[in-house]
């Protein structure tokens, strides 16, 4: 499970759709107090920024919307409590730019 800290645009179509797709499964997680991947990295660092979350999943949709997809699937903003910013990082920017340029898959990072 990952949530990345690159701009939606820099992501290849894979990393951009895998992301969304993770997204709203760490919102489930959260939002319901599921047992599954509750004490994951991930999940930690988002569990009081709901409204960050929230914020980077429009991210994604609008660029997700640019590039032509459909996106029917919002969430619901009544859940996105907390901090609008995400300060918590399980790697740096840096970090996270390294590993995607390794993966060779397209991302413009």
């Given at each position: 499970?990952?949530?990345?800290?690159?701009?939606?645009?820099?992501?290849?179509?894979?990393?951009?759709?895998?992301?969304?797709?993770?997204?709203?499964?760490?919102?489930?997680?959260?939002?319901?107090?599921k047992?599954?991947?509750?004490?994951?990295?991930?999940?930690?660092?988002?569990?009081?920024?709901?409204?960050?979350?929230?914020l980077?999943?429009e991210?994604l949709?609008?660029?997700?919307d640019?590039?032509?997809?459909?996106?029917?699937?919002?969430?619901?903003?009544?859940?996105?409590?907390?901090?609008?910013?995400?300060?918590?990082?399980?790697?740096?920017?840096?970090?996270?730019?390294?590993?995607?340029?390794?993966?060779?898959?397209?991302?413009?990072?």
């Open positions: 499970m990952r949530i990345w800290d690159i701009p939606p645009d820099k992501l290849c179509r894979n990393h951009l759709l895998g992301e969304h797709r993770e997204l709203h499964a760490l919102w489930s997680i959260i939002i319901n107090n047992k599954a991947y509750s004490n994951h990295p991930e999940t930690l660092r988002w569990k009081d920024k709901l409204r960050a979350l929230h980077r999943h991210k949709v609008e660029e997700m640019k590039r032509g997809y459909n996106h029917q699937s919002p969430l619901d903003v009544r859940f996105a409590t907390g901090s609008d910013t995400q300060d918590e990082f399980i790697d740096s920017y840096e970090k996270q730019v390294k590993i995607l340029k390794e993966k060779n898959c397209g991302c413009s990072v």
